[in-house]
């Protein structure tokens, strides 16, 4: 059993900083691929992290040099950095893992296991 917990979401103003955790239970942490999605309303799921095993990470063209994504394999947690947020950054942010490589990690259907997700709300 496999349960992935998302924390960390709320409310910021633009320009402003946000740490999501992920907190997984159930999971091999060798050969694994961690990734964060986000979505809103009317919208396809969106991939903007992933992290493999080997400390290898992907980042989406909207979130490169924003966001960051760490492991802490001591807290079995996968954390996601965002700083200088903008509206645009407003979703339900969804952590993801899948047991394998990261191929094609922009896509939901790569991964198994999701969270329940968490809001991220940016103002302007």
């Known amino acids: 059993q496999v349960d992935l917990v998302e924390s960390g979401g709320g409310s910021v103003q633009s320009g402003g900083s946000l740490t999501l955790s992920c907190v997984a239970s159930?999971?091999?942490?060798?050969?694994?691929?961690m990734g964060w999605f986000r979505q809103t309303p009317g919208k396809k799921r969106e991939g903007i992290a992933a992290?493999?095993?080997?400390?290898?990470?992907w980042y989406a063209d909207s979130v490169k040099g924003r966001f960051a994504i760490s492991r802490d394999n001591a807290n079995d947690t996968v954390s996601l950095q965002m700083d200088s947020l903008n509206p645009e950054d407003t979703a339900t942010y969804y952590c993801?893992?899948?047991?394998?490589?990261?191929?094609?990690?922009?896509?939901?259907?790569?991964?198994?296991?999701w969270g329940l997700g968490t809001q991220v709300t940016v103002s302007s």
């Open positions: 993801a893992s899948v047991t394998g490589s990261c191929w094609a990690w922009e896509r939901p259907q790569t991964f198994k296991y």
């Open positions: 992290f493999y095993s080997d400390n290898s990470t």
């Open positions: 159930g999971l091999t942490w060798a050969s694994n691929c």
